[in-house]
């Protein structure tokens, strides 16, 4: 996993109009290569990361960008474990707080 925390701006706001209206909102970002697994498998493995990460967005510093990479033990991997390993990223990054093990899940 990669955060991008502080966004700098190559080029004005007016070269991406969609940087104005998104500035303050964290992106998240997902690479599920062939590794992972055929595209059905592929698929799955990013639909579940997408349904985490939207859980947890909240979380994120304003403006941040996450790239997520899964590796191709996801593909076996449950959401329950999908969902620590991606809270442990995000400690490991310093994006979410130690003792902050709720994941957003109600």
Known sequence: MHAVT???EA???EADPSAVRTRATPRVGFVVSKAV??????HRVARRL????AARLGTLPPGSTLVVRALPRAATA??????QDFDSAMRRLRLIAEADDSGGEA
């Open 6 to 8: 502080a966004r700098t």
């Open 11 to 13: 080029a004005p706001p």
């Open 37 to 42: 697994g055929n595209a059905v498998v592929r």
């Open 50 to 53: 997408r349904h985490i990460a």
């Open 78 to 83: 449950t959401s329950a474990e999908l969902g």
